[in-house]
Structure formats: structure tokens, C-alpha cells
């Protein structure tokens, strides 16, 4: 026995074999991914933060380099400026509009509730809802949803502490947003950073051009609305461009949201009122979807609105309010990403 050769492989507790350590790799990585998404989904609220200071950063940063056209100072000075600039208008808009649009918000949702009980019980008269008893609990359902609409809107000055966290980082980002820039790059591998530099670019430049579009696009159907509603006699006017204005941030959903209220005041005025609120919404929208998103489309990334609906959709299912507003800056990001990605692969290939 001595004298016989032998020949030993690893066993179970030998972790240097070549198999147990594959293994031990493979276990290792699965480990890993698993680690990876419970860490992203329990810390989803404080990414979408983070994501939603980039957002402001690059806002920030778009109206600090369209004002270096016209004004040869630092960039300081133009970060100030732009700035102070949004803080005089939101304190314009408190002083001047906020005590008789804040008062409007009551007469707003009594309207709303008194039109969609008139709703149902048409649908009940047409036979088109089941019964009494379903009817109110539709009823109940849908009067409980658009009151905490209003008053989550009516409200939106006060809940601005909740975003404030969002808000200073997006002025520190702003303030330096190349130090930043530098400090992730830090933590690649050298022959990647360039990639990132070249991919950060194009996110910063996307989402600076589709958050013009979108400040646009608020304003245009802000102004437009509250203006084409008051010369119809639609009551409540200023109060329905502002929401018009604040919801245009979500597109798809917001242009639902806030075509409902139009429409459903409208009418509690009488048939030719109510017509002459569709009118107004169609223009609106017409305006926006056809004029302003086309232009912007052309200077930034091109998101289908049927991408953009589902994504707004599953990150509003996944992670509230906050998911819903960024859906679509996300997007726009990832499909940034995957562009960048294949053409690199496309120069190395060739």
C-alpha cells in the first residue's frame, strides 16, 4: 500500500479545486445580484431623490448656459442668477395669485364630485353601471381619488419641504457639477472613464433639452388654458391653468388628469361652456404634442409615448409619485446609455 501511487482530488471542505471554486464564484455572483436589487429596492426612494436632484441640477445648469450667451460673467454668478430668478417668480406667484387660487380649491372639488355623480347616474340611466349599490361604491371610490387629488395639489406649497432634500442637492450638483463628474469617474477602471465622460455628456445634454421642452410645454399650456378658458366663461380659470401647467410635467397621465377637470367644470356651466372647454383642451394639447414635443424630440431623444405611458405607469405602481415624475428622465437616460453602448460596439467592430 505504501509503495502504491495515489492520486487525491479536492473534496467538499478543499475550497482550492478548480470545481468548488467555480462554484464558490458562481455562488458568489448570484450572492451579489441578490444583494444588489434588495439594496436598490429598499433604498429605492432615496435614488429616485438623487435622480431627481440630477434632473434639477441639469434645469439648473440649462438656464445658467443659455444666460452665458448674453451675460460674459462667471458661472457662479449665473447659477445665482437663474436662481433668484426662479424664487422671485414662485414668491410672485404666492403673492399676487395664491390667496384666490388657494380658495378656489373647495368650489373646485364640490364641482368636480357634483359632475361625476351626474356621470354615474347617466351611466346608471343608460345601464351602462350595475346597480345603486355598486354605483356608490364607484362613487365613493372615484369622489375619494379626485379629493385627494385637490387636495394634494392644493397643497403643493406646503409639501415643499418634502422635496427639499432634492432640491439642495440639485444646487450642489449645479454649483460643480464637473467635481462630480470627476469623483465617479474616480471609481472606474481607466479605460472605461472615457466612455463615461462621453455618456455623461450626452445624459446632461438630454435631459437639459428635455426639461426645456417640458418648462415649455408647462408654460404653454399653463398661460393657454387659464386664457382661452376665461374668455369662454369657464369658472375657476387661473386655478385649472395651473393645475393644466403643473400636470404637463407628467405627460400622458397629466394630459388625462387635468382634460377631466377641464372638461368636468366646463360643463357644470351648461352645454356650450362644456363644449368650449373640449375645444380649449384639444387646441392645447394639440399645440404641445404637435409643436413644442416635435421641436424638442428633434434636439434630444425621441421616447415613444407609448414607452413612456408604461414606464410612467410601472415606476408609479413601483415607487409612487416620485417614480411617476421621473419616469420618463429615466427613460431618456437608459436609452441614452443603450445608444452610447452600441455605438461604441459598432467603432470597435468596425
Not at 448656459?65 to 445665482?80: D, E, N, V
Not at 437639459?208 to 380659470?237: H, K, Q, S
Not at 407609448?306 to 427613460?331: K, N, R
Request: aromatic fraction near 8%; include cysteine; hydrophobic fraction near 55%.
Amino acid at each position: 500500500m505504501s509503495g502504491e501511487e495515489r492520486t487525491e482530488t479536492p473534496g467538499p471542505a478543499d475550497n482550492n479545486g478548480p470545481v468548488v471554486g467555480r462554484e464558490i464564484v458562481r455562488a458568489a455572483v448570484w450572492l451579489g445580484l441578490a444583494s444588489a436589487i434588495f439594496l436598490v429596492w429598499t433604498l429605492s426612494q432615496t435614488i429616485l431623490v438623487i435622480i431627481g436632484a440630477f434632473v434639477i441640477c441639469q434645469m439648473l445648469d440649462g438656464g445658467t448656459r443659455l444666460l452665458g450667451r448674453i451675460l460674459p460673467i462667471g458661472r457662479s454668478w449665473r447659477l445665482l442668477i437663474v436662481c433668484l430668478a426662479v424664487l422671485g417668480f414662485m414668491a410672485w406667484v404666492v403673492y399676487f395669485a395664491g390667496a384666490s387660487i388657494m380658495g378656489q380649491f373647495d368650489m373646485l372639488r364640490t364641482t368636480v364630485t357634483q359632475q361625476s355623480a351626474r356621470v354615474l347616474a347617466w351611466g346608471q340611466s343608460m345601464g351602462l353601471s350595475a346597480s345603486g349599490a355598486q354605483m356608490d361604491q364607484v362613487g365613493q371610490q372615484l369622489m375619494g381619488s379626485i379629493g385627494k387629488l385637490t387636495s394634494a395639489v392644493g397643497t403643493a406649497f406646503g409639501a415643499l419641504s418634502s422635496i427639499a432634500m432634492i432640491v439642495v442637492l440639485g444646487l450642489f450638483f449645479a454649483a460643480d457639477p464637473k467635481l462630480y463628474e470627476r469623483g465617479i469617474a474616480w471609481m472606474l477602471p481607466l479605460d472605461g472613464r472615457e466612455s463615461f465622460y462621453k455618456t455623461a455628456a450626452k445624459m446632461g445634454h438630454t435631459l437639459r433639452m428635455l426639461m426645456f421642452g417640458r418648462l415649455i410645454g408647462m408654460a404653454v399650456e399653463g398661460v393657454g388654458t387659464w386664457a382661452l378658458l376665461a374668455i369662454g366663461g369657464v369658472p375657476m380659470a387661473g386655478l385649472l391653468g395651473i393645475l393644466t401647467g403643473l400636470l404637463a410635467f407628467l405627460p400622458n397621465i397629466g394630459a388625462i388628469v387635468s382634460g377631466v377637470l377641464i372638461v368636468l367644470v366646463g360643463f357644470s356651466q351648461g352645454v356650450d361652456t362644456g363644449l368650449w372647454a373640449v375645444g380649449v383642451y384639444c387646441v392645447v394639447q394639440v399645440i404641445d404634442g404637435y409643436i413644442i414635443v416635435p421641436m424638442v424630440a428633434k434636439r434630444s431623444v425621441d421616447l415613444a409615448p407609448a414607452l413612456v405611458l408604461g414606464a410612467q405607469l410601472l415606476f408609479g405602481a413601483l415607487f409612487g409619485i416620485l417614480g411617476l415624475a421621473l419616469a420618463d428622465p429615466i427613460v431618456a437616460m437608459i436609452k441614452v446609455m443603450l445608444e452610447q453602448r452600441s455605438k461604441e460596439a459598432a467603432a470597435e467592430a468596425a
